[in-house]
Structures are given as C-alpha cells and as structure tokens.
C-alpha cells in the first residue's frame, strides 16, 4: 500500500486531507472509536432502564453510596474507552500515513500497551491547559493549541508523558494559529453533531411528557445520540491532529526525506522507563 505524499501542507490541504481520509477509511475510524464507545453508551443506558426510580436514587444514604460507587465505575470505564479511542486512532493514522496497512483490532490492539503512558500525557496536557485557564481564557487557549500534537508525539515517537509535552511545544512553535484552526473546526463540528442527534430528544426529556417511562425513553435517545455524535465527530480531530503533525516533522525536519531513506523513521528514541512520568 503507498502512503500519502510527504509535502508541507497548507491549512486547506491539512483540512482536505483530513476529510479525504475519513471518507475512504469511514468504517476502520467510526469501528475505533465506536466499539470503545459502545461499551460507555451500554452501562449509561443499563443505569436508565434498571436504575431505581428518581424518589428512590436521591433518598437514603445507602443509594447515594451505591449512586458514588456506579459514578466511579462510570468515568473508568468512559476513561478507558476514551483513551482507546484515541490512541487507536492515532495509531491507525500514523499506519495509513506511512503506506501501511491496519485494521479496527490491530489499532486497538497495539495501544492496549500504551495506555499508561497515553494516560500521563492526557492528565499532564490537562493540567497545562487548566492552570493557563486558570489566568485567563486566551492564554489556556494558547496552550491547547501548543500542546495539539503531544499525543501523536507520544505514541508514534515512543515518548514520555513530559517528554511528549516538550515536543509538543517544538513543534507547534509558529504553528499555533493553525492548531487553533483545527480545534475551532473541532468545536464547531462537535456542536452541530449534537444539535443534530442529542438536543432534539433532550428536549423532548426537558418537557418531561408521558410519565416515568417517557422520561427514561428520551433519556436513552439521547444517550445514543450524544454517543453517535462523539463516535462520528471524534475521528475527524485526531485525524486531523494527527495529519497537522506529520506535516509539521516534514517542514521543520524534513521528514519526507527521513523516510524516503529510512521507513522507521517515524519514531523517535524508546521511553526511558517502563513506568510513565507525568512530573
């Protein structure tokens, strides 16, 4: 299979490569980040249709436990898929980029040994963002887009949480308005996504007709379409992401060149450790 052609890209190229990819690999992208998903969507609406009614849940100490216990299960579960999701994408990207081929299983498969270490760069890169958003609202901004491409630094490249963060910022560095593009195209998607597929049936919810059953009825609906949204959204930003950092390793490295001579030249140095360092 032939990669795509290493060149600098425009913000336009960036954006048409981006939805080109999507296009053609339509099924590998929504199968990543959609069997993760899936999972989330059946314990979320597993809660609605078997939970204990509203009176219920928010009397007693007993259910307000149980209630913390099944929110705790909840975000691991949510936080597990998300990072499936993620990295399995970016993984498939870096794949299809360099002319190889991958499947859905493959591409979640190889993060599965990665997860601490996507895991350190996502709460690093977090904290980052929130303590610039803590000073003000454009400089957390600022970061977020420095930081866009700390992911696809730390898995493709093998580094660490912190050592991804720094790459992050080399990289980015004179680039950062087109990251901010990418994240407001992101933004906007991800909004129009859920106004399409969720806020009709939560609407439906707010106005709370038909009695208990309606409600936990519109309730799933629009569980199902917040998770369609993210599943058919998501992919479009990590593609994009993961398009925006091959192009910035071709314009500051010369990467075209790196792997016109050597096709493993798409990582970088091992991790220094087994255990991920997020200080």
């Not at 369609?228 to 593609?239: D, G, Q």
Request: charged fraction near 10%.
């Amino acid at each position: 299979m032939n990669g795509l052609d290493l060149r600098p890209l425009s913000i336009g190229d960036i954006l048409d490569r981006t939805f080109s990819l999507y296009r053609r690999h339509f099924l590998l992208f929504v199968g990543i980040a959609g069997i993760p998903q899936l999972l989330v969507l059946i314990f979320s609406l597993g809660q609605t249709f078997f939970s204990w009614s509203t009176t219920d849940i928010l009397t007693g100490t007993r259910n307000i436990g149980i209630g913390i216990l099944v929110l705790i299960v909840y975000l691991v579960i949510a936080v597990v898929a998300y990072l499936f999701s993620q990295g399995g994408t970016i993984l498939a990207i870096s794949d299809l980029y360099l002319g190889r081929t991958t499947t859905i299983a493959e591409s979640l498969r190889n993060i599965s040994g990665d997860l601490w270490y996507l895991l350190g760069v996502t709460i690093l890169s977090g904290l980052a963002i929130f303590g610039a958003l803590i000073l003000l609202i454009v400089p957390g901004i600022y970061v977020a887009c420095r930081l866009l491409v700390c992911v696809p630094a730390a898995l493709i490249e093998k580094r660490s949480p912190r050592e991804a963060l720094s790459r992050s910022f080399g990289l980015t560095k004179g680039f950062a308005g087109r990251a901010f593009v990418i994240l407001v195209l992101s933004v906007v998607m991800t909004y129009a996504a859920q106004l399409l597929l969720a806020i009709p049936a939560a609407a439906a919810l707010a106005l709370q007709a038909g009695g208990p059953g309606m409600i936990r009825f519109w309730m799933a609906v629009t569980q199902v379409g917040t998770s369609l949204a993210s599943i058919l959204v998501t992919p479009i930003l990590l593609i994009a992401t993961a398009v925006f950092y091959f192009d910035l390793r071709v314009r500051k490295e010369g990467f075209d060149l790196q792997f016109m001579m050597d096709p493993n030249a798409a990582q970088g140095v091992p991790r220094s450790s087994d255990i991920p360092s997020i200080l």
